[in-house]
């Protein structure tokens, strides 16, 4: 514990530093836990700032204008700034460990992915400081984004572009670590669900953010170079940017909902004291979805006119992904019988979970039917499904995962009264705020509407979502302050404090920056808990003590990503003025010029050497 | 609670009647149909919404046809959800850890294929429920086989309101469309600038109205009277206010609408002395984008106001009342945001005040096709004067 | 392994590009992200597929394009491709001065494919004036062809780069993965080329 210790007795400006130029999968997790964490408390004020605005028929709380940029940014933010970051962080800080591996594939490009991230984050915030965010909703629809004025769809599409190109990058490296770095024995019917699912969402990102890209592109050159993708009037078709969105937009739910499912899986096993029931079929079921993830886009789209025929195809993809959906469910229920369920802040999660996202589920397969979808698209239904999918789904489980990964992050354990005080807020309040929501969508009230009409019955329901929309915040509020809490009073905990199955839990809390000593040999699923049912204590290594391979720290990756910053301004003002092109030169020649640094400086890292391992053991 | 009342007798009305187009009528309907009574009562318990804008209360063939599908899937999803929940309270109270129990390993089971096949295959049974009728009814609605032999109506949504042409009668009106009864009605929807979407829950599910290309889609009206239209693709500053309706009368009124609406005249003069200086005003700011008649020649800029004095509300959304009209004349921006006539040039340079828009109004409130506005009209009008 | 034996040229194996774990890394990374890169061009692809017609009373593909000059191009990508080939052969061999010949041999094959492309687009923006902002078809245009442009650009420099900065010191266990990579590069972009070929150039002409 050498290091925790040195770290502990380091400066401001050090411990800066160190996070600055880190490649450490440990840190950049904690980078995207703060990151992410920030993002979505910015998305939630806008969240309450629109519930606030709905909260009477005709209210003028906030102008229509700003109402757009409000909901806009919310989706936005939320999706990409939080939920995705928020992700990758456990990714980060979990994967590595489960697969009993030292580090990422790529630890230089996973500094990198944190960084574009960040600064696309903050390039897309930066509108409302110019005269106003993006306001042309999160899916920009052209030619309603490709016409909006100001500055806001720009820093939209270059702060997704940037952010964007951050996790295709974070994608690839999960890949790659997954496949190659998996400790002696880990075989791939071995690796925890968390992991599985992790890798199927990287392979989604990876097949999936590359249509974005080409959309942003695309929507860049119309806006700002002059081309016409989707300008009916030069022969473009905006459809085309609805097909490459959801492209992107359907694969990218289940990039955030598999690894929510992962998280589930491990609590629900750990915490039955059960191993997962239908293991092979959970994997499998993981597959599938993310397969059969990306068949079914245009369900986004039927309203758009494409016909009965195409409509019809896409209607029957998209039940079919209900079928291992519902293998998943069922399998988390018979993991749950006959275990010991022991209900503890993320148990209850979990347990909250199950019966959210079937409600989520069923009304993903009623949305699915196309000539009903008639009815419910663009209302607040589909608000209310989406909002059951995402939060019900994938906010639910990093709430559950940061109680349950918590120890392993930071080596205290989250206060389990305070945690189940924000369950109880949180999920009653988001019951409050989405049920109602589904039948203001069968009333007639579609989604995007700054006021609703007096008298038209939409009154009440819209009251109650607002109450529950104030009780998620009190809920958040509350986590907070269990953070605070839980950091000042620093009671550090063993490295395996819920009697927990997967090697994540084999080391100390927080783990060395070497992760294994030497490397664990794994010997069959939940391998913690094979040791342990065997009488051992920990992993049998399977390797001697040899010296560790580390990767140095690296400043390059933010100022790869600050140039890229800089150059976003240069793309958004040359349109108002050439000589902005000059500002887009100095930020490519940043970021170019750091890749050729890259390129021609060795960095072979350095190693640890056995005799300080050995030292340190000792101590 | 009369809106809860028709629900349920509009859905007596789905079993007892033979519907005249037959897909909906397959005999397995008729089986669902007494199960569907107790999802009914669910949704009722929960209100459905206001009568006339509610896609609950179906009283056009196309909500009817996406209905009968909410319907089906809606019951099959309680089925699914019950099952999940019955196990999920089960084993939540059986096997949850009780005191002293904490050190208990329980037996590590590693799966069940039997049960893995049985959860895969009723799933796929019960998805298979919910496609066929959702196939059948999404090509019905698509259907075009009768657009020919129909009334046509080209629709232009704009930035935020909804002008309707009728190619044949040579018409054009604007926010108001108006249909016969039990007629199919086919719809020609293109956008003038950025894309918007149809909807009249009561009457029909929604159709994209994009500005490359034309969609189609056909309702069908069984009551007279007036239905909510809201616009559902995000458009704009004013999305939430492009408000529309649909005016159902029986084929007379309509037939003796479309003569009247043929009939206005362009030259039309005012006959009040108000009225004369509002026209006067009217053809100095406002005639280069409004047309006094219903001629279909007139390029759409903005809102037709031949048939005006009968509209069901001002702007789309405020009660018909001299007083609205004249606060949307004189602030705009107020009533619809982002709205197109902010680009009006009388608006900068200030040349209307109060008193010219009550002139203004005067005029406008003479430019009518018929004396007096269609019974459903009158009716919708009292009722939004109750309400509010 | 230590740094001696990753930059020690004495003891290469067979595959220099694979001997390592970073190595490894690289070549099955490098392998994805040309997975994402299909998807991207596929994307370009659909979109000018779904353009291609809509000239808005401008230029058109016939009007455009001539065969000639876009087959010298292809046969100057094809053959540069192959030219690389030959230089991971080398590569494999340990011949470093043989790989950085081919590699150059590459990279002025390369340079004419490139030139080749910089007079198209300046005559058709001069001489035919049609640019980017003529139609939904010229945006298309551009962009599919110049995306791919732009990575010819990019791979040259990557290519001049690793040959400049290894000249003096040779192959060793550390760059081989990086000119293994760059070459897989050069080839999926000649791939890319071959789809142009026909998707832009045969089926506009015809």
């Known amino acids: 514990m050498s290091t925790m210790v040195a ?177 002696p024995g880990m075989t791939y019917m071995r690796m925890p669900l968390f992991t599985w699912t992790a890798f199927v969402a990287s392979a989604l990102i990876l097949f999936a953010f590359p249509a974005l890209t080409v959309g942003l592109f695309l929507m860049m050159f119309d806006r700002l170079f002059g081309a016409g993708f989707f300008d009916p009037a030069m022969g473009g078709n905006s459809v085309i940017w609805q097909h490459l969105f959801w492209i992107f937009g359907h694969p990218e739910v289940y990039i955030l909902a598999l690894p929510a499912f992962g998280i589930f899986s491990e609590i629900i096993s750990t915490f039955s004291k059960k191993r997962l029931f239908g293991y092979t079929a959970m994997v499998f079921a993981t597959v599938l979805i993310g397969f059969l993830g990306f068949m079914v886009w245009a369900h986004h789209m039927f309203t758009v006119g494409m016909g009965p025929a195409a409509n019809s195809i ?96 930071f080596g205290t354990v989250l206060d389990d009264k305070l945690g189940k005080v924000t369950f109880w807020l949180f999920f009653v309040g988001f019951h409050l705020t989405f049920f109602i929501q589904h039948f203001l969508g069968l009333m007639g009230m579609p989604r995007r509407y700054w006021v609703y009409l007096e008298g038209q019955g939409l009154d009440l329901g819209n009251l109650i979502s607002t109450i529950g929309a104030f009780l998620m915040g009190i809920g958040t509020i509350v986590l907070l302050i269990n953070i605070i809490k839980t950091s000042v009073k620093n009671e550090k905990v063993s490295g395996d404090p819920w009697d927990a199955r997967t090697l994540e839990w084999a080391i100390p809390s927080p783990p060395p920056f070497y992760n294994f000593k030497q490397l664990p040999l794994v010997r069959g699923l939940d391998p913690l808990w094979v040791e342990k049912t065997e009488g051992r204590k920990g992993m049998t290594p399977a390797e001697p003590l040899t010296d560790i391979h580390m990767p140095n720290n690296s400043f390059l990756p933010f100022v790869m990503s600050l140039g890229l910053f800089i150059a976003g301004f240069g793309f958004i003002y040359q349109k108002y003025d050439l000589s902005w092109l000059i500002v887009l030169f100095i930020g490519m020649g940043i970021t170019l010029g750091c890749m050729l640094i890259r390129s021609v400086k060795d960095d072979l890292g350095y190693h640890i050497h056995k005799e300080d391992l050995k030292k340190e053991a000792e101590e | 609670m009369s809106v809860e009342l028709e629900f349920i007798q509009v859905f007596l009305n789905n079993i007892k009647l033979k519907r005249k187009r037959g897909l909906n009528m397959k005999d397995w309907m008729g089986k669902i149909r007494t199960l569907s009574l107790f999802s009914f009562l669910v949704i009722i318990l929960s209100a459905c919404g206001k009568d006339n804008l509610t896609a609950l209360v179906p009283k056009g063939y196309g909500a009817e046809q996406s209905f009968n599908v909410i319907i089906i899937s809606i019951l099959v999803m309680i089925v699914v959800f019950v099952v999940v929940m019955a196990i999920y309270v089960y084993v939540i109270l059986k096997y949850r850890q009780r005191k002293g129990q904490e050190d208990q390993i329980p037996k590590q089971t590693e799966g069940n294929k039997t049960l893995e096949v049985v959860w895969t295959v009723i799933p796929i049974l019960l998805l298979i429920i919910i496609a066929v009728p959702t196939i059948a009814s999404t090509y019905d609605l698509a259907d075009e086989s009768e657009k020919e032999d129909s009334i046509n109506v080209n629709v232009t949504g704009l930035q935020f309101w909804w002008n ?149 509300k001002v702007a789309g959304i405020n009660d018909f009342s001299k007083e609205e009209i004249v606060r949307w004349i004189v602030d705009p921006a107020e009533v619809k945001p982002g709205n197109g006539m902010l680009d009006a040039p009388y608006l900068e340079e200030n040349t209307i005040g109060q008193a010219e828009a009550e002139k203004i109004a005067d005029f406008l409130l003479e430019l009518k096709a018929t004396d007096e506005p269609v019974d459903s009209v009158q009716q919708f009008r009292e009722n939004e004067a109750n309400d509010n | 392994m230590s740094e001696q034996d990753v930059l020690n040229p004495e003891q290469m194996p067979h595959d220099p590009e694979k001997a390592t774990l970073e190595g490894k890394n690289k070549f099955m990374g490098f392998w994805f992200f040309l997975g994402g890169e299909t998807v991207l061009f596929a994307s370009l692809f659909g979109t000018y597929l779904a353009l291609k017609d809509s000239t808005n009373g401008g230029s058109t593909s016939e009007e455009l394009f001539g065969l000639e000059l876009v087959f010298i191009m292809t046969m100057l990508l094809l053959t540069s491709s192959l030219t690389s080939v030959y230089a991971m052969y080398h590569m494999k061999n340990h011949d470093f001065k043989k790989m950085q010949i081919w590699l150059g041999i590459t990279v002025v094959l390369g340079l004419g494919f490139l030139g080749c492309e910089i007079y198209e687009f300046y005559h058709y923006i001069h001489g035919e004036h049609f640019t980017m902002r003529s139609s939904a078809f010229g945006s298309a245009f551009y962009t599919l062809v110049g995306f791919h442009g732009g990575h010819v650009v990019f791979g040259l420099l990557w290519i001049t780069a690793l040959m400049i900065r290894n000249a003096k010191r040779g192959l060793n266990l550390y760059n081989a993965p990086k000119f293994y990579v760059a070459s897989l590069y050069w080839h999926f972009i000649d791939v890319v080329w071959v789809f142009i070929f026909t998707v832009v150039y045969l089926m506009g002409v015809l």
Not at chain 1, 35 to 53: D, K, M, N, S
Request: proline residues 4%; charged residues 15%; contains cysteine.
């Open chain 1, 314 to 409: 896409f209607a029957v993809a998209t039940m079919a992904i209900a079928v291992p959906t519902g293998i998943k469910i069922f399998n988390w229920l018979f993991t749950l019988w006959g275990g010991n369920i022991q209900i503890n802040t993320p148990m209850l999660w979990a347990l909250g979970f199950i019966p959210t996202f079937t409600l989520g589920g069923m009304t993903g397969v009623m949305v699915a039917a196309a000539s009903a979808d008639f009815q419910y698209h663009d209302t607040y239904f589909v608000v209310a499904h989406f909002h059951y999918v995402i939060v019900g789904g994938v906010v639910f489980a990093l709430l559950a995962g940061t109680h349950y990964w918590w120890p392993k992050m």
């Open chain 1, 7 to 183: 770290t502990n007795k380091k400066g401001f400006g050090a411990t800066l530093w160190d996070y600055l130029t880190t490649v450490d999968h440990k840190k950049i997790a904690i980078l995207y836990l703060v990151a992410g964490g920030f993002f979505f408390i910015i998305g939630g004020l806008e969240a309450l700032a629109i519930r606030w605005q709905l909260v009477k028929p005709m209210n003028d709380f906030v102008s229509a204008g700003f109402y757009n940029e409000l909901i806009t940014m919310h989706g936005t933010t939320m999706i990409f700034l939080a939920a995705m970051p928020l992700i990758f962080a456990f990714m980060n800080a979990v994967v590595p460990l489960q697969i009993g591996a030292r580090d990422v594939a790529f630890p230089f490009l996973n500094s990198l992915g944190f960084w574009l991230f960040l600064f696309g984050g903050i390039m897309l915030n930066v509108g409302w400081f110019t005269g106003g965010a993006a306001d042309a909703g999160w899916t920009a629809y052209a030619p309603l984004s490709t016409t909006s004025l100001g500055e806001g769809v720009d820093y939209y599409v270059l702060g997704l572009q940037i952010s964007g190109a951050g996790t295709l990058i974070g994608g690839i490296n999960f890949l790659v670590t997954i496949v190659n770095m998996r400790a």
């Open chain 2, 164 to 312: 309707f042409e009728y190619p044949n009668e040579e018409i054009q009106t604007s926010q108001e469309l108006y249909i016969p009864v039990n007629e199919r009605i086919y719809l020609n929807m293109m956008s003038s600038d950025v894309i918007h979407s149809f909807w009249v829950p009561s009457i029909t599910g929604k159709m994209d109205v994009s500005p490359e290309n034309e969609n189609t889609m056909y309702i069908e009206a069984y009551e007279e009277g007036v239905y909510w239209g809201k616009c559902t693709e995000f458009c704009g500053d004013s999305h939430s206010l492009m408000d529309f309706k649909i005016v159902a009368v029986s084929q007379e009124e309509y037939d003796q609408w479309v003569d009247a609406m043929q009939s206005t005249d362009p030259e039309y003069t005012a006959e009040s002395a108000t009225a004369q200086e509002g026209q006067e005003l009217f053809e100095n700011s406002c005639i280069s984008c409004h047309a006094i008649d219903a001629s279909s020649n007139h390029p759409v800029v903005g809102p037709n106001l031949a048939d005006f004095a009968n509209r069901t």
